[in-house]
């Protein structure tokens, strides 16, 4: 069974761009859930799709949104990047079948802002 | 989730059992422990979780005290491979209205040295 896979794996953006990240959930697994991981800050929940439904939201400003389709594949998008945006931006997913909910995680998209 | 408590780093030579606590004294009725870990650069890997009593997996063993209030993962003969920050989370383990978040600490470096 092929894991969860995330593109690109690397990424290098100016300020005030903007970036979009995808994720594709290992099959079967209707929640993507996303997460930044800096140096400062550690591994931070940015939101959680499930249905194509938003369900969580963590506490980042509004320039990060995300979306999830019908295939459960998600996407995130960063706009007017900033210099402290770079991180490494880690999807994971799961089943939700309400008996068991381990996360799988992806190997990250590390983005840099220059 | 309840939080958690870990030592920033230990050090285990290869061969021996790694031993790393987890402190969590407010957590729920409940709420399931679980523990991932982090190799460098990569996403975070699921190694086991448990409620109440111990748990024993192809990757390590979970002690939680009787009272909940603690928990100790093993890693009965830790490898070079091993070398990873391991993260102890509290959690409910269905999602609720809340969603799928996960809530990663500073967790422990462990380092496992020839």
């Known amino acids: 069974k092929a894991g969860v896979t995330q593109t690109p794996r690397y990424l290098i953006k100016t300020r005030g761009q903007q970036v979009t990240l995808s994720c594709s959930p290992i099959s079967g697994h209707r929640s993507v859930s996303w997460y930044q991981q800096t140096p400062g800050q550690g591994l931070q929940f940015l939101f959680e799709?499930?249905?194509?439904?938003?369900?969580n939201k963590g506490n980042f400003p509004g320039r990060f949104s995300g979306r999830q389709f019908s295939n459960s594949r998600s996407e995130m998008n960063v706009s007017t990047l900033e210099l402290g945006d770079s991180a490494l931006y880690l999807c994971a997913s799961s089943l939700v079948d309400g008996a068991y909910n381990e996360q799988f995680f992806g190997p990250g998209t590390r983005l840099t802002v220059l | 989730d309840a939080k958690t408590t870990q030592p920033p780093s230990m050090d285990c030579a290869e061969g021996r059992a790694a031993n790393l606590p987890c402190n969590h004294s407010?957590?729920?009725?409940?709420?399931?422990v679980y523990w991932y870990r982090q190799i460098h650069s990569q996403g975070p890997q699921y190694i086991i979780h448990?409620?109440?009593n111990n748990e024993t997996n192809e990757m390590a063993s979970l002690i939680i005290t009787e009272d909940r209030k603690s928990s100790t993962l093993i890693l009965p003969h830790a490898t070079l491979r091993d070398t990873a920050v391991y993260y102890c989370i509290v959690r409910l383990k269905i999602p609720n209205n809340a969603g799928n978040m996960l809530t990663f600490g500073g967790g422990t470096r462990l380092m496992v040295k020839p």
């Open positions: 448990g409620l109440k």
């Open positions: 799709y499930f249905s194509e439904t938003q369900r």
């Open positions: 407010t957590i729920s009725g409940n709420e399931y």
